[in-house]
C-alpha cells in the first residue's frame, strides 16, 4: 500500500489519563513514519476527554464502550495496523518510546522477525523492582524456557515488537492479561527468529496505578501450558 507506514504503534489504555498524551507525544517524536492506534479499553476516568483533544492525523482512536481487558484491545488495535513493524506500547510510561528505535533495528537490518525489550538483562536504567513481581517474572520465564526449549529473560515484557508477517500469522483469542503469555507461545512456536535487548523500566506501585497482581502469574503459568499444546 502507497500509504503504509513503517512502524504501527499499539496503545491499549485503561484509566491512564495522566500519561496518556505525554505517551503519544513520545510516539510523535520517534524518527519514523508511523501510525498510532489507541484503545481506549472502557476508561472510567478522564481518559476518553484527554483522547477526544488530540488532532493528529496519524492517531487513530477506537473505544470500547466497557472495560473488556488487555488482550480485547490489543486485538482491536492489531486488526488496524498498516505498519510493517507493529509494536505495543502501554500508555502508563513504564516503558519508555527511546527504546524502540534499538528494538526495531534488528528487525530493519533482517536479522529478526520479533524483538523482546527485556527488563531484566542490565544496561538500561531501572526502577528497584517489587521482589515478588521479579520472583514472578523469573519463573515464568523460566517456564517458558522450558515448554518452549528458549531462553528468553523477560518473557512477560510489554515491549514486543514484530515484522507485520508475523502478527498475521498470529490467532489471538485472550481478553485479559494473558494476552502477553499467548502472545510469546504462539510467537515460539511460529519458530520466527527472536532476539532480545536491554530496555530501562520505570516501575509503578500499586500506589501508583500499577494493575497486576499475583492472580496475573497464576492465569500466565496455565496459559502457557495450555497453548503449548493447543492452538
Do not use: C
Request: cysteine-free; charged content about 25%; glycine content about 8%.
Amino acid at each position: 500500500m502507497p500509504d503504509r507506514p513503517q512502524l504501527t504503534l499499539v496503545v491499549p489504555v485503561y484509566d491512564e489519563q495522566a500519561t496518556v498524551l505525554e505517551v503519544i507525544d513520545r510516539l510523535h517524536a520517534l524518527p519514523f513514519s508511523k501510525q498510532i492506534v489507541v484503545v481506549d479499553d472502557g476508561s472510567t476516568d478522564g481518559t476518553a476527554a484527554k483522547l477526544a483533544t488530540l488532532d493528529h492525523p496519524d492517531v487513530e482512536v477506537v473505544r470500547h464502550h466497557s472495560n473488556r481487558g488487555k488482550g480485547a484491545a490489543l486485538r482491536t488495535g492489531f486488526a488496524l495496523a498498516r505498519g510493517r513493524i507493529v509494536a505495543v506500547q502501554d500508555a502508563d510510561l513504564e516503558y519508555d518510546p527511546v527504546d524502540l528505535p534499538a528494538l526495531m533495528q534488528p528487525i530493519l537490518d533482517g536479522k529478526a522477525d520479533v524483538v523482546y525489550g527485556s527488563r531484566l538483562s542490565g544496561g538500561r536504567p531501572q526502577r528497584v523492582f517489587l521482589f515478588w513481581h521479579l520472583v514472578g517474572n523469573r519463573v515464568l520465564s523460566l517456564l517458558t524456557n522450558v515448554l518452549f526449549n528458549t531462553t528468553l529473560s523477560d518473557m512477560e515484557t510489554g515491549y514486543k515488537v514484530m515484522r507485520r508477517e508475523v502478527l498475521d500469522g498470529l490467532r489471538l483469542r485472550s481478553d485479559d492479561f494473558t494476552i502477553e503469555p499467548e502472545l510469546t507461545a504462539k510467537i515460539l512456536k511460529g519458530r520466527w527468529r527472536v532476539y532480545e535487548l536491554p530496555i530501562a523500566y520505570y516501575g509503578r506501585s500499586y500506589d501508583e496505578g500499577k494493575k497486576i497482581t499475583w492472580r496475573h502469574g497464576v492465569t500466565a503459568v496455565l496459559a502457557l501450558f495450555r497453548y503449548r499444546f493447543s492452538d
